[in-house]
């Protein structure tokens, strides 16, 4: 997997050098544009709050090859390019995708699927949504979402919305995990807890592999957060450690002013993926300084919304290290 880190880069420059085709550092490829636009994650292009909301990716790039054989020494010393471009700090285009770009009129009726556009041939990875709008509704195209990132050779993570629980869903979950069910605020964990679990069965039902569940908190029409932001922030962290209990990184979608909106002071310490909305990919890098800090964490991914597209962009020092946020299979 590119940007393994030095351990890699070393295997690999002995590697081509023994076999003197290519010698290690050489020139990157055209594909390591360290300028190329980004793209950013799935939800309607047109904002319905006034703030950065998620949108998905766009149709792009040719399928591999089915049955490939494993990479030449040529090859090889490409990808070694690759990761030393990264390592020293270049910008990575990315995508992200969700039920807006499912084939037009899935899902639940309030978050029908708009057939919108697939990320951008020059998209390295992709974040693809596990929820259909509010929580305890899949993504109803995840498993074919999955497979066109697979079948195009790009790096994966996963990324859900949180939302509030209803009263069913509260009386149907809150007695059902690790917190304590005699609260309002334990029932409320759980029901998070609950929605994580909800999500990971998704995951594994599609094959969906990542080491890391973004988790989108922002205000979702139809179905809203609570006025009370101390039992929205319990929801938070429910999910927080349903993702945890299960051995993956979490990180945290949002903005400052959406996060402030819905959970008030919740800090996390999470990794930060943030967003700028219908804007530019210099305001989006711009996203990645302190402050625009959401809760504390470390900012590794920001999006901006462009030609219908989510587009995303690796934020400093974070290129050389990809495979710590996503998966390629």
Known sequence: MRGRGAGVRTGLCALVLASALAACGAGSSADDAADVAPTSPAMPATPTTGTPVPSTPAESGEAAAPGAEAPGLAELAEQLADDEARSAGEAVLGGDISWPQCPPGLGIPQKRSLGMPMP??????????????????????????????????????????????????LARHGGDGPFDAGTTTG???NTGYQQALFNLASMEASGFVSPIVWIDVEPVPDFEWSGDEAANAAVVRGLARGYTDAGLEIGVYSTPYLWTQVVGDLELGIPEWR?????SR???????????SIQGGTPVLAQWVADERDQNVTCPGVAGDLDRWFHRY
């Open 120 to 169: 951008l041939p020059e998209a390295e990875y992709v974040v693809v949504g596990l929820t259909n709008g509010p929580g305890f509704h899949p993504n109803p195209c995840l498993a074919d979402q999955v497979a066109w990132v697979r079948d195009r050779g790009l790096l994966i993570s996963a990324y859900a919305v949180a939302s509030f629980p209803d009263d069913a869903t």
């Open 187 to 189: 029932r409320l964990e």
């Open 275 to 279: 967003a700028a909305g219908h804007t």
């Open 282 to 292: 210099d305001e989006a890098l711009e996203r990645c300084g302190p402050r625009w």
